[in-house]
C-alpha cells in the first residue's frame, strides 16, 4: 500500500528519479524551457522551485545545498547569477507549466515548462513600453504636414517591391 506517498514515482528506481529531476533541473536553468511531459514537468516543478528559492540568497552553503542537488557546476554558476537576481522579488511559482497537446507514438500528455521571468511573451516590461493609442489625433499646422517625415509615399512604393 502506498499511504502516504505524494509525490510521482514516474516508474523508476529513486536513483533513476533523482538522476532525472536533477539532469531537467539543469535543462530547464540552462536554456529556460524545456519541452517534456507532464506528469515529469509537475515533478520537476517540485524538484526545482525550492532549488531556485536558496539561490535567492547566495551563501557558500546555500551554494554547496543547490550543488549536492543539481551535480552540474555551470547550472548553479548559471542560477546564482542569472537566474537568482531576476526571481528575487518573486515570493514563489518561477516556474510556468503550458500544455502542448499529446505525443504522436504513445499519446502522453506533452507540455513545456519554463521559468516565468524569462518569458518575452509574458513579460510585463514588454506591455510597459507600450504606450496607449487613442483614436483622436491633434489637428496637424501646414508646416507638420509638409515635413519629410510625413510624406511617405517612397515609402509605400518600396513596400510594395
Do not use: W
Request: hydrophobic fraction near 30%; charged fraction near 30%.
Amino acid at each position: 500500500m502506498r499511504h502516504g506517498k505524494k509525490f510521482n514515482h514516474l516508474s523508476r528506481t529513486s536513483s533513476h528519479r533523482k538522476a532525472m529531476l536533477s539532469n531537467m533541473a539543469c535543462s530547464l536553468i540552462e536554456h529556460k524551457r524545456i519541452n517534456t511531459t507532464l506528469a515529469k514537468a509537475k515533478a520537476l516543478r517540485k524538484f526545482v522551485e525550492p532549488i531556485i528559492t536558496k539561490s535567492k540568497l547566495d551563501t557558500t552553503h546555500n551554494r554547496r545545498l543547490v550543488f549536492s542537488s543539481l551535480k552540474e557546476k555551470e547550472a548553479v554558476v548559471e542560477l546564482f547569477r542569472e537566474v537568482a537576481p531576476k526571481v528575487g522579488d518573486r515570493p514563489g511559482g518561477y516556474t510556468r507549466i503550458i500544455k502542448l497537446g499529446n505525443r504522436l507514438g504513445d499519446a502522453a500528455e506533452m507540455a513545456m515548462i519554463e521559468l516565468v521571468d524569462f518569458n518575452d511573451v509574458y513579460s510585463l516590461d514588454n506591455n510597459k513600453s507600450k504606450q496607449k493609442s487613442t483614436r483622436r489625433a491633434g489637428k496637424k499646422t501646414k508646416s507638420e504636414n509638409a515635413s519629410p517625415e510625413a510624406t511617405s509615399g517612397d515609402n509605400v512604393k518600396n513596400e510594395n517591391e
